[in-house]
């Protein structure tokens, strides 16, 4: 079974200190780097979503009326 176009699903281990590692795959589509800060969504019933970086300049922009955040 293949998985619709532009659908992932990844696995990822907690550590011990509660970290987790986003597959390497994954950070590659995603742009992630070393450094960067992520958005973690966490819905009782649904789960934990990571959305990608633009929603999180999206939402700083919306937040801040659309006005450049320095």
């Known amino acids: ?3 619709p176009k532009g659908k992932y699903v990844w ?3 907690v550590g011990e200190k509660g970290q987790i ?3 390497k795959q994954a950070r590659d589509l995603f742009g992630i780097r070393p450094g960067d800060t992520i ?3 966490g819905d009782e019933e649904k789960g934990i979503a990571i959305p990608p970086k633009s929603a999180f ?3 700083l ?3 801040f009326d659309g006005k450049d955040v320095d």
Do not use: D, Q, R, Y
Request: charged fraction near 10%; proline fraction near 6%; avoid cysteine.
């Open 1 to 3: 079974m293949s998985a």
């Open 11 to 13: 696995t990822a281990t």
């Open 21 to 23: 590692v986003i597959p």
């Open 39 to 41: 958005l973690l969504f």
């Open 57 to 59: 300049e999206e939402m």
């Open 61 to 63: 922009g919306i937040a």
